[in-house]
């Protein structure tokens, strides 16, 4: 298991995933172009970004695999053991002395302090990506991550979604009052995944990262607010979510390739940036793999965990790449009751307003495998009998196909019908096939190969 990003970035130049750039690439698109051309081969560390001397560090994630390695579980076994941590968080561990504060500014200018990349060819400028917003409310802490504009020397535009910061924040605007934030930048890739878990208000994703590392979580608390940040990481912003105040923010290129337009949206005013000596700066380029990535496995996870209370009948879920890793889930059941199938999908598409399209298929079928879930709609689906489709629902906003965020759902039944007749949806195969020794029942044809089979 890997409890920091320094741990994880040796453990990736020991493997030999770490691929270092040249000195001074441009942070405008130079630095996403190329970790967008090494994703899901390399890391990439960005020493002197446009002569700026903290070094940007880019895909940390490049497949579900490193994930597993990270986790130090099988890959099969990801989902089930991201699911154990999210029922089992273990409780915070706070110290005094912490690493994210050897270096404390009250002299916020975030573009001299952090090396801040622009992504994508129409973004409005500077993002920070991989900032986990710590906030607190009643019931206790809250994690995720938001897209955030830098505006200015100690201000931040921040999109916030119809999720958990969005209602923290919605209450304490309404008593007229600003919402205390932290932002955390640079985590081991654990931190990472537990802050896209995809848990109930009130469950702080933080103590989900203890339970992926094995160990209570070291946390420490920031100098300007009460909100606790882990220890290790590598840079804190201290801020907070202006009450009754909107300012431009977009366009922005995210998750489904497209840009999320301007609009007025939510401010953060910076009052501290806290940070290790000699730090490092993670980015994650919109849209780009390890973004993809990061929606993914953790959704998963909680889906399935999820839909296997209501449906015991599950067994496994994916959300696939073509669908942005948040559009598609491809669920997949054993022994199902007539009609049960249509229940999953409904129950599917409750799960998350991003849950758009649901394919269900039998356990014939490889979920994780698009080509063989297309197999099973195309040989199992009939429009007529087994599409459900749900009008003007909750979507995801930046689904540039719904109306601001208002859309259709839709459910596939690729299963196969509950009267067939059994040798009807029978799968060909060649029996032994998959056991042959391919290294001693083959070799490379000879030159004279028409004189050796003779
Ligand atoms: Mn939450």
């Known amino acids: 298991m890997h409890t920091s990003l320094r741990g994880w970035l040796d453990h990736l130049q020991c493997t030999g995933r770490l691929a270092m750039a040249k000195p001074g690439m ?171 878990a995809i848990v109930p208000l009130g469950q702080d994703e933080l103590e989900i990262a203890g339970a992926l590392h094995g160990a209570d979580l070291p946390v420490t608390r920031c100098v300007t607010n009460d909100l606790l940040v882990p220890a290790e990481a590598e840079f804190v912003l201290e801020g907070r979510l202006l009450a009754s105040t909107r300012e431009p923010e977009g366009p922005f290129g995210e998750f489904p390739q497209y840009y999320g337009p301007r609009d007025d949206r939510h401010v953060i005013a910076v009052d501290a940036v806290t940070h290790r000596k000699e730090p490092i700066y993670h980015t994650i380029v919109g849209g780009g793999l390890e973004h993809l990535l990061l929606g993914a496995v953790p959704r998963e996870a909680s889906f399935l965990t999820q839909l296997r209370r209501s449906f015991p009948c599950v067994r496994d879920v994916h959300l696939s790449m073509g669908g942005t890793c948040r559009y598609h889930l491809h669920v997949q059941v054993a022994n199902h009751a007539p009609g049960e199938a249509k229940n999953v999908m409904l129950g599917a598409l409750a799960l998350h307003y991003d849950v758009k399209h649901v394919t269900v298929v039998d356990t014939d079928v490889d979920v994780h495998d698009p080509a063989d879930v297309e197999w099973a709609v195309a040989t199992r689906f009939q429009a007529d009998r087994d599409l459900l489709v749900v009008s003007a629902a909750q979507g995801s906003k930046l689904d540039p196909s719904t109306d601001d965020g208002i859309g259709a759902r839709m459910g596939l039944d690729a299963t196969v019908p509950a009267d067939a007749a059994p040798s009807t949806f029978t799968r060909i195969r060649v029996p032994g096939e998959a056991e042959l020794d391919l290294v001693t029942l083959t070799g490379a044809a000879p030159a004279d190969w028409q004189d050796a089979i003779r």
Do not use: K
């Open 26 to 196: 441009q942070l405008r698109h130079g630095v996403a172009g190329l970790a967008n051309r090494l994703a899901g081969d390399n890391a990439a560390l960005f020493p002197r970004p446009d002569g700026h001397p903290v070094p940007v560090v880019a895909n940390l994630l490049g497949d579900r695999t490193w994930i597993a390695e990270a986790m130090g579980v099988e890959p099969g076994d990801v989902l089930a053991a991201y699911g154990r941590a999210c029922t089992n968080p273990r409780p915070l561990c706070e110290v005094s002395a912490a690493p994210c504060q050897e270096v404390v500014h009250r002299d916020v200018d975030l573009e001299r302090q952090l090396p801040i990349p622009t992504h994508n060819e129409f973004d409005s400028g500077a993002y920070i990506t991989a900032g986990l917003l710590i906030t607190r409310g009643p019931s206790g802490q809250n994690v995720s991550i938001h897209r955030l504009q830098v505006s200015g020397p100690d201000r931040l535009g921040a999109l916030l979604l119809p999720r958990h910061t969005l209602a923290l924040f919605a209450e304490r605007e309404r008593a007229g009052e600003d919402l205390d934030v932290a932002v955390v930048i640079g985590v081991d890739p654990l931190t990472l995944l537990a802050s896209q």
